[in-house]
């Protein structure tokens, strides 16, 4: 199932990201017992599958260019491979730099018979190509210390809103003044507080592999994130948070990202923008291609920050309920415990 699987994924990915090939990175997948156990393993796009242990070629077909089971592991690779969780970019598997990515059927997570681990798989391995390739990214990864008061959390869900308008709109009009409001509130919130950059840094890293996901699967629904559906996680409600018990840190400094990422790209795709892929690689991020691309790099945010209000939160809600997740956020423990 496995091997299907990954078809869809490699077949759907071709042309997604100009110069993201999976073809062009080694891969293993680890299979492994309900006790951690390495007991066999596929080597995709490997070139010396021996290395690995017993291996059995396979009758390869497009998008590969070969596949071995390899059922008896050596000992070299089966104790690095154990020592590999979930996935790893970079594993050194027989004198070859390996992507790999565990398959467990007794977890959810990593079983290779949900598309779900197809698509994880894609988008971990896009992000070994992004290190490889791309210009380094300038900012730390400090979720524990962003701006989670209420002025911050009331315009990033401001920006949600106007995110998922640009995004589902069919009208073009609609969709370009709704990314002008995203712009103008993105550029407010990053000249109020500069640990906005997170948020630059995060679409530009798993916002972009996340919209990787949508363009693999196309209009196949079966996959969680497909074409019909970038609006997905764009949240829009602080109060929705609470409700459903997720945590505010964890949305706000840390998961949203992966949406309003996808949804920015896409947003550009709408607008016909050429070449932000290599502008993304270069070091912009996929806000500043946007905010670009629609010219509102210097203008006087204020008008559309307070149109974008008037639009998305007629009633004047927001503030209150921002002021209600900020006070939930301040008692939260860190996102990632050392």
């Not at 997604?16 to 156990?37: A, I, N």
């Not at 594993?91 to 730099?97: F, P, S």
């Amino acid at each position: 199932m496995a091997i299907a699987n990954l078809t869809l994924g490699y077949t759907g990915v071709q042309g997604v990201w100009t110069g993201f090939d999976p073809g062009e990175h080694p891969s293993v997948v680890p299979y492994k017992s309900d006790r951690g156990e390495v007991e066999s393993a596929l080597a995709i796009n490997f070139p010396s599958p021996e290395r690995l242990g017993d291996a059995t070629g396979l009758s390869p077909s497009a998008p590969f260019s070969s596949l071995h089971r390899i059922a008896g592991v050596n000992a070299d690779t089966k104790a690095t491979l154990s020592e590999i969780r979930y996935f790893d970019f970079n594993a050194v598997l027989g004198g070859v730099d390996s992507f790999v990515m565990v398959a467990d059927e007794g977890d959810a997570f990593l079983d290779p018979s949900r598309l779900e681990w197809t698509s994880t798989f894609i988008h971990e391995m896009f992000h070994r190509y992004q290190h490889a390739r791309w210009a380094p990214r300038r900012e730390s990864q400090d979720v524990e210390n962003y701006a989670l008061d209420a002025d911050n959390i009331a315009l990033a869900t401001l920006e949600e809103r106007a995110l998922k308008e640009a995004v589902t709109s069919g009208d073009r009009a609609t969709r370009e003044t709704a990314a002008r409001r995203f712009a103008a509130i993105r550029r407010t919130r990053f000249l109020a507080d500069g640990r906005v950059v997170l948020d630059n840094d995060q679409e530009r890293s798993e916002g972009t592999a996340r919209y990787v996901e949508h363009r693999m699967a196309g209009d196949d629904t079966r996959f969680q994130y497909h074409v019909g559906n970038y609006e997905a996680g764009l949240i829009g409600d602080p109060d929705a948070l609470l409700q459903r018990g997720w945590g505010i840190k964890a949305h706000y400094a840390f998961g949203r990202f992966y949406a309003t990422g996808a949804a920015v790209l896409r947003a550009l795709d709408l607008l016909g923008a050429a070449g932000a892929d290599r502008s993304v690689e270069r070091g912009r991020s996929p806000a500043y291609v946007l905010i670009e691309h629609i010219g509102e790099s210097e203008s006087d945010p204020s008008g559309l920050v307070a149109d974008a209000r008037a639009a998305y939160d007629p009633d004047n809600e927001l503030p209150a309920a921002a002021e209600r997740a900020a006070a939930v956020a301040a008692k939260e423990g860190p996102l990632f415990p050392r």
